[in-house]
């Protein structure tokens, strides 16, 4: 595609002052950080022009820059989109005693983009081969909130907002774990499940799962690792934001001195998981489910179709108490 054309579908889309007065053309993502602001990617005769790198927060360090993730606008239709390009990462992630191996691939999370096509609680996308054979990413931008501000501006009283917020919050949760369900009958799993990889779309208001490039991998059971980060999002939910050892201590004497290790998160130790001892009014059913991420712990969720059990009681019980 040569320049003057590629000039005027940018002024189409973004107006003429968009347009850059040197237009780099590339097809080779190799070196994500050599694909810059203002580039024109070339992907299988589809034409991207570059916009920002996105940021995510992550371990409690907001706003880290992604250089392999870039924002575009599709020149073909003005669309915004989001490029993920190959970025080869390993790390090894504990759950208690059981450790896990973690890597991104981006083979599949391309897999899962194929079968969750058209599902509405996933990210949709295609993956493309850039000229050098890298599987290039290119999905939907979606346009909304993400998930633990929505949650937290619901919760500016907890008792209220257990009350009011949390039952409606817990049955769209259960949509969400219904979406893992379904990868995980297909021999799937997320890989990184965590309340910051959901988006609540702003004209739908529906909640959808995004960034599913990691797999873990432990021998005796796949999936532990995305229970684990379903439970840890119900103890979010639950208490409207993290509750933390370091706030209590400040604010709440009295609860944070009748705590004990065992109350706490058995991955994230500073957070509190046995929030009945900070809430009293949380029901059973509920706080029982969020003691299968404590220390205290004897079992954790080893499928989905346990906690969904388990949550559609809890909810039952909300209901009626009413």
């Not at 379904?182 to 965590?194: E, N, P, V």
Request: proline share 2%; glycine share 6%; aromatic share 10%.
């Amino acid at each position: 595609m040569d320049q003057a054309h590629l000039r005027e579908k940018i002024a189409a889309h973004l107006g003429s002052a968009k347009v850059p007065r040197r237009l780099r053309v590339l097809s080779d993502t190799s070196d994500f950080f050599r694909v810059e602001y203002d580039d024109v990617l070339l992907l299988e005769g589809r034409s991207l022009f570059i916009r920002h790198n996105e940021r995510e927060g992550r371990f409690g360090i907001d706003e880290q820059p992604k250089f392999w993730v870039r924002r575009a606008v599709d020149l073909e239709d003005g669309s915004l989109k989001v490029i993920k390009m190959v970025f080869h990462e390993r790390f090894t992630a504990k759950c208690g005693a059981m450790t896990y191996e973690c890597v991104r691939s981006s083979s599949k999370e391309a897999h899962i983009l194929e079968l969750v096509e058209g599902h509405n609680r996933f990210m949709q996308g295609v993956s493309m081969h850039d000229s050098a054979g890298n599987c290039v990413r290119v999905i939907d931008y979606i346009r909304g909130a993400s998930y633990p501000q929505y949650v937290s501006d619901l919760c500016e009283d907890h008792e209220e907002y257990y009350f009011k917020h949390l039952p409606g919050l817990l049955e769209e949760f259960v949509e969400l774990v219904e979406a893992i369900r379904f990868l995980h009958a297909h021999d799937q799993t997320h890989g990184d499940i965590r309340r910051d990889h959901i988006i609540r779309e702003k004209d739908t208001h529906i909640c959808k799962w995004i960034d599913f490039d990691y797999g873990c991998f432990h021998p005796e059971n796949q999936y532990v690792y995305d229970m684990a980060g379903l439970a840890n999002i119900l103890v979010f939910l639950t208490g409207g934001d993290d509750v933390t050892v370091q706030q209590l201590e400040r604010d709440r004497p009295g609860v944070f001195g009748a705590l004990d290790a065992w109350d706490m998160n058995i991955i994230f130790k500073n957070r509190v998981a046995n929030l009945k001892k900070v809430y009293p009014y949380i029901s059973d059913d509920l706080n029982y489910m969020l003691l299968h991420i404590s220390v205290g712990a004897r079992l954790f969720y080893e499928d989905t179709g346990q906690f969904i059990e388990d949550l559609g009681l809890a909810l039952e019980g909300m209901r009626a108490s009413q």
